[in-house]
């Protein structure tokens, strides 16, 4: 225990005044960034039809692989200053992401996913954003969003103002999320480390790819540094001066409801852990009036989220309180594979040594470390919503705490992230500890050692997935849509439409209405969607021609425009 001594914090890189000299560094960095990535996707895009398909593709990334792990050798060994060198460790994991992703999906339009499963959500949620002004429902006219809209609505945005198709702009979404995400984190983590420390914990974005659902992947990366420094204030951050205090709940607040609106399932973890640490304190003998301050903090911090994010969750709450029959759907249904723990410090592979060595610092460090204090912490809220969600499943109430199993992932990859680096920072001094040891070629030859394992899971995945092959694989219906788009004459906006199964498409690229979601768990739960279902079923009963007319003008739900049906229908 006595050695953990010696891997102190460093001092947290948290003071405003030192915003401008990072950001004159950073700025250089992004825009020297941004020309590689642009010459890099001129270069990778016109490359032969062959550098896409199997087994071109896997050179290519593997290529890619061998000149990023390369890179880190080479920034490890110290060849730049130390600040461009935590910077250029950022930017080059981004550059990395993006290389691989531009190759691999060089000849489809389409995202990760393409317009298969849950895509096909994500498709239409876009093309509606793209076409309406605000947050609104995907399926549902005069609905406001239900799912986390703000990722989905900067993307309809863009494809708006700038006329590009919807879909295409997804694509280049992912690219860029890809590309600026190592950064975003490392700004965070800056708040709560040195900045060296920083740029490595941010590298636990190899633990946890996931090209699929950007906006999860986005929220879960800015939730934790986010949680530790605004919430729990681990790092007991007093700002000086009252701009300065402003300023720093203003910032705290809105990256919070940024969070919220981009994915709030992380939250529930936070709001398990805030109510733990609630606990803890109300049960210990001695209460802390610094320990009630600091909690008092963290309710005002999650209280300004709640309010900056208004926008979102008011109209929802409003719609499902005002609906008669209103009930989530997205908990009905979920398979056997969700409900086991998520122990994946015990699978049979090399990831969950990892895990486990992460796991094992953060509890080991944590009374010392107050960085690893907070992720214990979190690790203890995470514990306590899984528990709940299992209590939830047998009264009838499911909590879908599946959907918060990556912040196991990236609370035990951060761990990981973090001791090896304090070992590789601290070897000089373990060396005067114990000089029989190279402690540092020991750290080095770790952590490259993670790097390589995760870099090449990362590969793996690009090439095996099944949702990256949908993308290439998927093909966009030109000859329907067209066809529709001359039997409506084009006149399909604010309109709603009932379609069948066979021409589903329509919605994934044409900004109309429909009267029913074609699955139940993506319908709106104030959207009616079992009352809907029955109004249907009463309506094709009916053989007399002047009823079912009247019955579906008149109806309560929507006012049906267009009616397409297969031909079996």
Known sequence: MDALHTVHLAEPSIEYKEHNRWLRRDLT????????????????????????????????????????????????AGALPTPWRTTTILLWLGLFFFAILTIRLKDTPFTVGGINGDARFYTTYVTKMAAYPGYGDMFY???????????????????????????????????VTVMALPLFTGWLWRRLVDERIAAAVALCMLVFPDWFKPNEWLALALFVPWWLHWVDNV???????????????????????????????????????????????????????????????????????????????????????????????????????????????????????????????????????????????LLVGFALWVGLGYVAILIDMPLLTFRSYPVLAYLLGAGAFLGLFRLWQNSNELMQRWPAIPWRLVATTLLMLVILLFANNVVQEVLAQENVQDAVEATYPAEELASFDQLTAGNYRDRVIFVTDGY??????????????????????????????????????????????????????????????????
Not at 147 to 167: H, N, S
Request: net charge positive; hydrophobic share 55%.
């Open 29 to 76: 960095a992004v825009a020297v960034a941004v020309g590689v990535a642009l010459l890099s996707w001129l270069l990778l895009t016109h490359t032969p039809a062959t550098a896409s398909t199997m087994p071109f593709v896997g050179v290519w990334v593997h290529l890619f692989l061998v000149i990023y792990v390369a890179g880190m050798f080479w920034l490890f």
């Open 235 to 377: 790092t007991h951050y007093q700002p000086r001066g009252r701009v300065a205090r402003w300023r720093w709940w203003l910032v705290g607040g809105l990256i919070g409801a940024i969070i919220l609106q981009l994915y709030f399932f992380w939250l529930f973890v936070g709001g398990t852990t805030l109510g733990a640490r609630i606990g803890w304190w109300l049960c210990c003998r001695r209460r802390d009036r610094v320990v009630r301050q600091r909690l008092m903090q963290s309710v005002l911090m999650l209280a300004l989220t709640a309010l900056l994010s208004a926008p979102f969750w008011v109209p929802y709450l409003f719609s499902m309180f005002g609906t008669t029959g209103a009930q989530p759907l997205q908990n009905r249904i979920f398979g056997a594979s969700k409900i086991p723990l998520p122990l994946y410090f015990f699978e049979e592979n090399w990831q969950s040594v990892v895990y486990l060595g992460g796991l094992f610092y953060i509890l080991v460090a944590a009374p010392l470390d107050r960085v690893a204090r907070g992720l214990r912490w």
């Open 141 to 175: 006219k005069d609905l406001p969003a239900f799912y986390p809209p703000l990722y989905y609505f900067v993307v309809g945005r863009v494809a708006d103002w700038f006329a590009i198709e919807p879909f295409r702009v997804m694509k280049g979404a992912l690219l």
């Open 504 to 569: 589903r498409s329509i919605l994934f690229f044409r900004p109309i209405y429909s009267f029913l979601a074609w699955s139940a768990h993506f319908s709106h739960p104030a959207g009616q969607f079992h009352q809907r279902v029955d109004f249907l079923k009463n309506l094709a009963s009916l053989h007399d021609p002047l009823l079912f007319a009247q019955a579906l003008a008149h109806n309560q739900y929507d006012q049906i425009d267009y009616w397409l049906l297969a031909e079996e229908a």
